[in-house]
């Protein structure tokens, strides 16, 4: 990331975004004082919940129309639009680990203020997470699969085959 005297921005700009994002924080720890703590057993699925979750913000198609007012994707790749706080949202929205912060301040809201509701979310967006796991995975294997069948010969197969008999 570029430093901010490289960028169409103020550091007023990014003062901003950490300012609202204080401000929610802020808010949902005044809200959750007096509710029931998240029990530690739903901070893994809530983990991979914001990882979902950021990754679909950021890099799926889907999500264009979310992007699109604060980034420039292109052939060359992505790049944020306009100058000053604009700019700044269209570097955060660029950013995984950025927009998983702000995610994950969200599920954690919605977890602590509609608790079903916030199962349910966090649920789907776990188990779409394990997908991305397990595609990930089986991508790998397929592909050692293939550059190990491809560079075996013939002869040293059969050998193989021999020593497996």
Same mark, same amino acid.
Request: hydrophobic fraction near 45%.
């Given at each position: ?6 960028? *169409? ?7 901003? /975004? ?14 959750? #004082?007096?509710?029931?703590?998240? *029990? ?10 914001? =990882? ?17 007012? =604060?980034?420039?994707? +292109?052939?060359? &790749? $992505? #790049?944020? $639009?306009? #100058?000053? /706080?604009?700019?700044?949202? &269209?570097?955060? /929205? &660029? ?10 301040? +969200? /599920? ?9 509701? +916030? #199962? ?13 796991? =397990?595609?990930?995975? =089986? ?22 085959? $021999?020593?497996?008999?």
């Amino acid at each position: 990331m570029k430093p901010v005297d490289q960028t *169409p921005t103020e550091a007023a700009d990014y003062a901003a /975004l950490s300012a609202l994002y204080g401000a929610l924080l802020a808010g949902l720890a005044y809200a959750a #004082r007096r509710r029931d703590p998240i *029990p530690n057993g739903e901070l893994l699925p809530l983990s991979a919940a914001t =990882f979902a979750l950021s990754k679909l913000i950021v890099h799926e198609k889907v999500e264009t129309w979310l992007r699109r007012p =604060f980034l420039e994707e +292109g052939a060359e &790749g $992505r #790049r944020p $639009r306009g #100058r000053r /706080l604009r700019y700044a949202v &269209g570097e955060l /929205l &660029g950013c995984t680990r950025c927009v998983g912060a702000w995610s994950a301040l +969200g /599920l954690v809201a919605l977890r602590l203020h509609s608790p079903e509701v +916030g #199962r349910t979310a966090t649920t789907v967006l776990a188990a779409s997470a394990a997908n991305d796991a =397990f595609q990930s995975g =089986f991508s790998l294997l397929c592909e050692r699969a293939n550059a190990a069948k491809e560079s075996a010969t013939p002869s040293s197969a059969l050998s193989a085959a $021999r020593r497996a008999a």
